[in-house]
């Protein structure tokens, strides 16, 4: 039997554990996806430990993607955002992945939107805002990135390369977007939007990567504005699809993984 699981503290309420397992049932692979809680200054000891214990691959959240970078061999896209959020211990070194990335431009593909040559805005530059913006950059997009700290956002449009930056008041960018998407917690479970209304139109794809709740009120405004809408559970589904793709060299059985997230939340 194969062992993957996820690592952060907290791990309570993570959604990764059923959407694993349903993949690996439909599929018949023999395997668990258990969580595990370390403490936050034993994050090397942990990686460590599952490599010595045979773990075939581990997520990572918060607070440890960032350190983890320094102990796996990141690749270039991981190395480029920062942040590793998918262990693969078939290697020695074990070899680090940003997989969140992945779960963006899929959502996208997914919902039969194509990147190529958009103008893209993300709001937010946190952990979640650096996979999306390196993500959009990568599929094509031409990147702005607007953040409540506007050093944050430069900072980020720096180490893509090409992107613009600014703060909040240049949302008004929106208007003349492709793309948007909300990389802050604002409307994590609160009636909240970082974005006003006003700024909303027919012609964009909004992907919120907020998942609680599921409806949040800028897809709910943008979906009244004609836009087309995704939630943040086709990001949570994509970047597990991308972990489970990569550890097992199976396709992942889509639909199976989705049924199992979506009835947990
Ligand atoms: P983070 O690193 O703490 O970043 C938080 C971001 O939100 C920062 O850009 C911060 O701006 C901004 N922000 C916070 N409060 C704000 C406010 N009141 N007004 C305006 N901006 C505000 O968090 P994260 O890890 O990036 O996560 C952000 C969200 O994405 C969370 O809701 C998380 O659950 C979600 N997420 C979803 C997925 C998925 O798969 N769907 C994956 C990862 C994260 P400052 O820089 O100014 O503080």
Not at 59 to 64: E, K
Not at 78 to 83: D, K, P, S, V
Not at 191 to 219: F, K, N, Q
Request: aromatic fraction near 4%; charged fraction near 20%; charge should be negative.
């Amino acid at each position: 039997m194969q062992v993957f699981g996820l690592v952060g503290n907290p791990v309570g309420h993570s959604l990764s554990p059923p959407m694993h397992e349903a993949a690996y049932e439909a599929l018949g692979i023999d395997a668990r996806y258990v969580t595990f809680e370390p403490a936050v200054d034993e994050i090397d000891r942990a990686v460590e430990g599952a490599a010595a214990l045979g773990i075939a691959g581990l997520n990572v959240t918060i607070p440890f993607k960032r350190d983890v970078l320094d102990l796996v061999d990141p690749d270039p896209l991981a190395a480029r955002i920062g942040a590793v959020n998918t262990v693969d211990f078939s290697t020695t070194p074990p070899s680090g992945h940003n997989t969140d990335a992945a779960g963006v431009t899929r959502s996208f593909t997914h919902h039969g939107v194509d990147l190529d040559g958009r103008d893209a805005v993300v709001v937010g530059a946190g952990g979640a805002g650096r996979a999306v913006a390196f993500a959009l950059a990568d599929a094509g997009c031409a990147v702005h990135v607007a953040n409540r700290t506007v050093e944050t956002a430069e900072e980020l449009a720096a180490s893509v390369g090409g992107a613009t930056a600014g703060g909040l008041d240049t949302l008004e960018r929106i208007a003349g977007a492709d793309v948007l998407v909300n990389a802050t917690s604002v409307g994590m479970d609160e009636d909240a939007s970082p974005v006003p209304a006003e700024h909303l139109h027919g012609d964009l794809a909004v992907l919120d990567a907020v998942y609680s709740p599921i409806e949040t009120r800028l897809l709910r405004e943008a979906r009244a504005a004609g836009a087309t809408t995704i939630d943040g559970a086709w990001m949570l589904l994509f970047q597990g699809v991308d972990a489970f793709e990569r550890w097992t060299g199976h396709d992942a059985p889509v639909d199976a993984m989705n049924d199992a997230l979506r009835a947990r939340l």
